[in-house]
């Protein structure tokens, strides 16, 4: 389904590590399972306006990108800043099971959610053998 190591994922984070101005680094924290026949994502973007969104798959390659913005004006005198602001990116490397052709994606209160449907040649099937006299058995299959 969705494949457990991410060599991107490390980098990501030590990039935004180094490259913002937050003691705290940005995340995209995610939740994955599978539901009946789909694959089902869950990513807490809180603060972020759904316009700010941007979904790509390439290659069995998904990738989300958001924006959140700082919500006070230039001339505000800031007295603490620890909520993570910037661009966030995640990848997530879907296996060849999954119909990256439709997927449907929602947001609500701050939750993106994916649903990515098990492809149908991925489904278990049932198959049809003859036996040598002729007769139909059938398989689990």
Request: without cysteine; glycine residues 8%.
């Amino acid at each position: 389904m969705l494949m457990r190591t991410d060599p991107f994922r490390e980098l990501d984070r030590l990039a935004q590590q180094v490259f913002t101005n937050s003691a705290q680094p940005a995340t995209m924290p995610l939740d994955a399972y599978r539901a009946g026949d789909d694959f089902v994502v869950h990513f807490d973007l809180p603060g972020v306006d759904p316009e700010a969104i941007e979904l790509d798959v390439e290659r069995n390659v998904l990738t989300v990108r958001a924006e959140r913005r700082f919500p006070a004006s230039e001339d505000a005198d800031v007295l603490v800043a620890e909520r993570p602001t910037g661009t966030f990116t995640r990848r997530l490397f879907l296996g060849d099971t999954l119909d990256t052709e439709r997927i449907d994606a929602s947001y609500d209160t701050g939750v993106l959610t994916l649903r990515i449907p098990v492809a149908e040649a991925a489904k278990p099937r049932r198959i049809q053998i003859t036996g040598g006299d002729g007769g139909r058995k059938q398989l689990s299959g």
